[in-house]
């Protein structure tokens, strides 16, 4: 008789997730605790924001697209207005490029902040996450008080900035950036010395180059890998050309390294917001943009805080486009999950999905249907409107 195969036991997480802030449902096939299989659905807030920047005009998406990610929002915003500006032969002046990249790298300071944090706490480690983000109010402090809103910010219009930096207000930055570094040097010391911490952490997730780069891995999660791949970098955009920063990677490739790259990121961070205070260019802060855009498609590409974001952008000639696409890095490194999840224990699965900084809302553009006989069939909105398809029950 031939020997019957043991049943494969799966775990469902979610979409209600017990550890996550935002709806994801992840089915884990296990043996005993060891996880032997993963699968990752998403799409529970899909909110159709490309479709709705279609009916609205080319400033309106601005503040649409910021929407995308409440903790990204600036480099969403500076991402669309770099490719709309393309498209209409415009150039921002140097001194709004600058203050571009002062905000995005203060908006980057508070999302690995954010992030320290929750990624803390899903390793039972709440005192770190108290105190990150503690100190994250003071970077939310600094925006507030150079944009007016702590979240959105809405820093970036057609063709430049529309607030400025006064001496008074640099001082603030630099004083801020002073004590935030101070904080950065002990929380390094904690994720690279702290027995319980490194427990959790030390070899959990070890992925490789090769399979970073097979992947499709980007940002902090495969430059912990040793990838040294950065926008900032490889394409630089704004005033990154003027004021460059240096790539920061690891070899170690485990939740280790992943916490190291993105607080010494954060140095780097804190030394380019003082190399532009010091070096503010002078100039106007906005170029005249036309109100229709001459008709063409372009692509704009930023580096998130999570890794490259891409926007393709298509203009008929109209006062709104005909189309807007954006690619989020979490889409990207969601594939890294179902492969570096198997061999571990169920346990470490929330350390792991946090250690990637993942945002749902940014990369839900479609949903699964479960039909009879087609269980694994896909379908985007598209089919479904194709199909006429207005749910499925």
């Not at 749902?360 to 598209?382: A, P, V, Y």
Request: proline letters at 5%; one cysteine or more; aromatic letters at 8%.
């Amino acid at each position: 008789m031939e020997a019957k195969e043991p049943k494969k036991f799966i775990v469902p997480i979610g979409p209600q997730h017990p550890a996550l802030k935002e709806p994801g449902h992840f089915e884990f096939s296990v043996d005993g605790e060891i996880v032997t299989g993963a699968s990752i659905r998403l799409g529970y807030v899909h909110r159709g924001i490309e479709k709705g920047t279609e009916q609205r005009n080319w400033i309106q998406n601005i503040y649409l697209l910021e929407r995308v990610c409440g903790i990204c929002s600036h480099v969403h915003a500076m991402a669309y207005t770099l490719g709309v500006e393309k498209l209409a032969g415009v150039t921002a002046p140097p001194r709004a490029q600058a203050i571009r990249e002062l905000v995005a790298e203060l908006e980057r300071i508070h999302s690995h902040m954010l992030w320290l944090g929750v990624a803390a706490h899903e390793g039972g480690f709440d005192t770190l996450f108290m105190y990150s983000w503690r100190d994250r109010e003071v970077v939310m402090d600094l925006l507030e008080s150079l944009t007016g809103n702590r979240v959105h910010y809405s820093t970036n219009v057609l063709g430049g900035v529309k607030i400025d930096v006064t001496p008074e207000l640099a001082d603030t930055i630099r004083k801020g950036c002073d004590f935030l570094e101070e904080r950065l040097q002990h929380y390094l010391r904690v994720v690279t010395t702290d027995e319980t911490f490194l427990a959790r952490t030390r070899g959990v997730g070890p992925m490789t180059l090769e399979q970073a780069e097979l992947l499709g891995a980007v940002g902090p999660t495969a430059r912990a890998s040793g990838v040294t791949r950065d926008i900032r970098i490889d394409a630089p955009y704004a005033s990154y050309a003027e004021f460059p920063v240096t790539v920061v990677t690891d070899n170690g490739g485990d939740l280790t390294a992943r916490f190291v790259v993105r607080i010494k990121e954060l140095f780097e961070s804190c030394r380019v917001i003082r190399q532009i205070l010091d070096n503010m260019p002078e100039s106007e802060l906005v170029a005249k943009v036309p109100r229709r855009i001459p008709a063409g498609e372009t692509i704009s590409r930023v580096e998130a805080p999570r890794g490259e974001l891409f926007y393709y952008i298509k203009s008929g000639g109209g006062d709104r486009p005909e189309r807007v696409k954006s690619r989020t890095p979490s889409l990207c490194n969601w594939s890294t999950i179902s492969t570096v999840a198997v061999g571990h224990k169920l346990a470490d699965m929330p350390m792991l999905l946090a250690g990637i900084d993942p945002c749902f809302s940014c990369n839900d553009r479609m949903i699964q249907i479960r039909r009879k006989g087609h269980e694994d069939q896909l379908w985007t909105w598209e089919q479904l409107r194709r199909y006429g398809i207005e749910y499925y029950r």
